[in-house]
């Protein structure tokens, strides 16, 4: 789909991603949309409230689908879900914070911490 249409289409109001990759975890609480994870893939990984983890068998993912597609409570909470990765100002923060980096012999020096 490329970068484009792929976050087009997650932002879409009836959107729903299925799947077990990292950009379902990662990037659809920006948007607000529910993500149905399916398996153990990404066990561990920081999430948001708007993931449904589902095993691999075709009865549990049908339900996650369906609370995803049709429960508006869920869906709502999906909408307003915090994104645990930010809200995409990573590179704004970083450059603040290495602007005020004294350009200095201390910065050159390598220091032996053991």
Known sequence: ????NYHGALAL???VCVGNSSSGIKETPAV?????NIG???DG????TNVLDTGYDEKSIEKA???ALFDLKFRAKCRICKNPY???DSG???ARVLATVPLDRRLLQKKMTY
């Open 13 to 15: 109001s009836r959107a």
């Open 65 to 67: 689908c369906r609370k």
């Open 92 to 94: 704004r923060k970083i």
């Open 32 to 36: 607000g949309a529910p993500f149905v």
């Open 45 to 48: 990984r920081l999430r948001s």
């Open 1 to 4: 789909m490329g970068r484009y």
């Open 40 to 42: 153990s893939r990404q």
């Open 86 to 88: 930010g809200v995409g």
